[in-house]
């Protein structure tokens, strides 16, 4: 079974549309994330949950909306793609705060054109 | 915030050679994880290794949280060692309630056969 997984994996997109990428968790942790990996590979946080609330929320343009409807899940919701939205999202999720391993899913790579 | 670098950025290694990959970080850390992203884009977990020195296999991983770095060794090398290897770092100080890794750019390993 896979612990942290994402859906979908690739998503092709014209700019100004709306898209969502879903993230579950079966390891029964309570704080998940949602990470950026740019086109050089490098990887920023960009949200995270505690038990479903937001603790974290790094410098993001609003067009990008988390949901956890309960603590299993984590949901990014972004309206009017750009360009520059184009990157692997990855979620993942940790035991605690600031206790245990982080583990990811396997990435939705989102393309803009 | 705390600064993530990680030497070398590339490294090409014969298959079956031994290797080295370095981890310096600037200021005191609570976790340390390393990562591998395979040819695929799956982020795997390695270790996650504060302090002290671990192995699995033919890896290993040591990180001395006094002097601010840690090293992950890597022996006889195999093809499918290849991908890029991330550390990270939880700032001692990233705030109360938060959790906040942030990755360094990343080794990236060719193992030719």
């Known amino acids: 079974d896979t612990a942290v997984s994402q859906t979908p994996k690739y998503l092709v997109t014209q700019m100004g549309n709306d898209k969502s990428i879903k993230c579950e968790q079966n390891?029964?942790?309570?704080?998940m994330y949602w990470y950026k990996q740019d086109s050089k590979k490098f990887l920023k946080i960009m949200f995270s949950?505690?038990?479903?609330?937001?603790?974290i929320n790094e410098t993001v343009p609003n067009r990008f909306s988390p949901k956890s409807p309960d603590k299993a899940h984590l949901n990014l919701h972004i309206n009017s793609l750009e360009l520059g939205d184009s990157a692997v999202y990855f979620c993942?999720?940790?035991?605690?705060?600031?206790?245990?391993?982080?583990?990811f899913g396997e990435g939705s790579r989102l393309t803009v054109l | 915030g705390i600064q993530v670098e990680q030497s070398p950025p590339d490294l090409i290694l014969q298959e079956g050679a031994n290797s080295t990959l370095r981890c310096n970080f600037s200021?005191?850390?609570?976790?340390l994880q390393w990562f591998h992203q395979n040819p695929w884009g799956q982020l795997i977990n390695l270790f996650y290794?504060?302090?002290g020195t671990k192995q699995n296999g033919r890896l290993s991983a040591t990180t001395v949280a006094t002097e601010r770095y840690s090293l992950l060794y890597i022996s006889s090398s195999q093809t499918t060692d290849s991908g890029v290897y991330f550390c990270?770092?939880?700032?001692?100080?990233?705030?109360?309630?938060?959790?906040?890794?942030?990755f360094g750019k990343g080794t990236k390993l060719s193992v030719i056969p």
């Open positions: 993942a999720s940790s035991q605690d705060v600031g206790r245990g391993e982080l583990f």
């Open positions: 390891l029964g942790h309570d704080t």
């Open positions: 949950y505690n038990n479903k609330e937001l603790i």
């Open positions: 200021d005191s850390v609570n976790n």
């Open positions: 290794i504060p302090s």
């Open positions: 990270a770092v939880d700032p001692l100080y990233s705030g109360a309630g938060s959790y906040q890794l942030t």
